[in-house]
């Protein structure tokens, strides 16, 4: 079903992975995509990707922990499309050391580009949301902004600081019927875990810790990228979903 049709939705981080799965399911409903990040070839093989379904798409190139580029972004958006009715903040990095092992450059850059370019999104693309009686943002927290593992202390420090700015943000907006939702993947078949999937015995040893025994699939963030944007689910605001495969459950 063609949910969102005539709505717009930009994504970040569309290049590959979960931002590439949000899109190709977002454009099979129907919305028209705004899709970005700062690799412009990967990104406009996701638009082509999501054309060949039968979807409309564009691809825009924007290093997202820049301010001006953000504010470029904005501009050359509403020139070019229009309002964004969709914001889907998907653009993130990891950088696995001990706390004692960072410096401080590292630890600033998992902060802006999982943190601060959100912040950045937002102040530039909520004020064309405004005024429509629907809007939908969508911030790709993780399940750890509610557990942790060592050696991730900068990216949970981020994503619990994107869950508080995700709650903060849904009732700054609900007078204008702007929905603010976090989705916290846990364990995805994506590029990122690829060294662990091709390699059998670390695949069994991480696989034997999810409770459903499998890694995720890309497809079914997409579908509930879908279901968040919907007029469906107009009521769910200010929470966090967790598709883990009951990791955070144990």
């Not at 619990?160 to 019927?177: I, M």
């Not at 929905?179 to 390699?199: A, H, R």
Request: hydrophobic fraction near 45%.
């Amino acid at each position: 079903m063609r949910k969102l049709e005539g709505k717009t939705a930009l994504i970040t981080g569309a290049s590959k992975g979960l931002g590439r799965a949000m899109a190709l399911a977002l454009g099979k409903a129907g919305a028209r995509l705004v899709l970005v990040s700062r690799n412009l070839e990967q990104t406009q093989a996701t638009a082509k990707a999501v054309i060949a379904e039968g979807g409309t798409a564009e691809a825009f190139q924007a290093d997202l922990t820049e301010e001006q580029q953000v504010v470029q972004l904005a501009m050359d958006v509403a020139q070019k499309i229009g309002n964004v009715n969709i914001l889907v903040n998907n653009a993130g990095i990891n950088i696995r050391k001990a706390v004692t092992d960072f410096t401080l450059a590292e630890w600033n850059q998992v902060q802006n580009t999982n943190l601060t370019s959100v912040f950045l999104m937002c102040r530039a693309f909520v004020p064309g949301m405004k005024g429509q009686g629907y809007g939908r943002i969508i911030n790709l927290t993780s399940i750890m902004s509610h557990v942790a593992l060592p050696g991730r202390s900068a990216y949970a420090a981020s994503k619990a600081g994107l869950l508080g700015f995700t709650k903060a943000l849904a009732l700054e907006l609900a007078p204008e019927k702007i929905t603010v939702n976090g989705i916290s993947p846990g364990p995805f078949g994506t590029e990122l875990n690829k060294p662990i999937m091709e390699n059998p015995e670390a695949n069994q040893q991480f696989v034997s810790k999810i409770p459903l025994g499998r890694w995720g699939k890309v497809e079914e963030i997409g579908q509930l990228a879908v279901y968040l944007s919907s007029e469906d689910a107009g009521f769910i605001t200010g929470t966090d979903i967790m598709i883990d495969g009951g990791w955070t459950a144990q």
